[in-house]
């Protein structure tokens, strides 16, 4: 059995045990829409789309920020962790990704919650902070990791005290830690990784994972005062 097959398995068996249920018939609908319209097989795994859910029940999150929707699947789980009342804005790049993940977030039953913009994040961030929104509890960065400083940069403006920022997959398989890599996707979360060590007003740390997605991980980032 290789590394890799070991993961899933233990994957699997997690999955089993603690989320016998997962994916609903939502969130599978969601994983076979994006399929059959082409998107990359690269959303979260189920034991990942809990995790976020639980992190952002652990906030008390009442709005959410995610830059990266691709066809909604860590959208659902996050809109999942909403009151009544709550908020999601989900930011993406491309209109056929968006186009599925709309109707993925409605048969979910939470397009009154969840809001899809469609752009180039860096231009759709600006006009955001326009509308003075109020900060944002959670925001899940999961998009083109070049720009995953910017992004972090723009979320640090968008969020306040106590609010969490979630970088995702910093490990690039191994990639980020060698010296000799210069993959823009490998600078740009090295960059990202080294604001989060060095900002005043951030406290993270990065945890490496293997599973369903390989050798992957994350950082988590508490905003300070």
């Known amino acids: 059995m290789s590394e890799s097959q070991l993961w899933q398995k233990v994957d699997d068996?997690?999955?089993?045990?603690?989320?016998?249920?997962?994916?609903?018939?939502?969130?599978?609908?969601?994983?076979?829409?994006?399929?059959?319209?082409?998107l990359p097989p690269i959303a979260v795994s189920a034991l990942q789309g809990k995790l976020l859910?639980?992190?952002?029940?652990?906030?008390?999150?009442?709005?959410?920020?995610?830059?990266?929707?691709?066809?909604?699947?860590?959208?659902?789980w996050l809109g999942r962790a909403l009151p009544a009342d709550g908020r999601l804005v989900s930011l993406e790049y491309d209109p056929g990704h968006a186009e599925v993940a709309v109707r993925n977030i409605a048969r979910a039953g939470l397009d009154k919650q969840v809001e899809v913009r469609v752009g180039a994040a860096l231009e759709s961030l600006p006009r955001l902070a326009d509308e003075n929104p109020p900060p944002f509890d959670v925001v899940f960065i999961d998009a083109d990791k070049v720009n995953n400083p910017h992004y972090m940069e723009w979320a640090l403006k968008l969020t306040s005290t106590g609010s969490l920022i979630i970088l995702d997959n910093v490990v690039r398989g191994g990639r980020v830690a060698d010296p000799d890599n210069t993959d823009p996707d490998v600078l740009g979360t090295r960059a990202a990784l080294d604001l989060i060590g060095s900002h005043p007003r951030l406290s993270g740390t990065a945890i490496q994972t293997v599973g369903a997605k390989d050798h992957d991980g994350f950082a988590l980032a508490r905003v300070l005062a």
Do not use: H, K, V
Not at 62 to 75: C, K
């Open 13 to 38: 068996y997690f999955t089993g045990r603690l989320l016998p249920d997962a994916p609903d018939d939502a969130l599978a609908a969601a994983l076979r829409d994006s399929d059959a319209a082409g």
């Open 53 to 76: 859910q639980l992190l952002a029940q652990l906030q008390g999150a009442r709005n959410i920020l995610e830059i990266g929707t691709l066809g909604g699947y860590s959208t659902i």
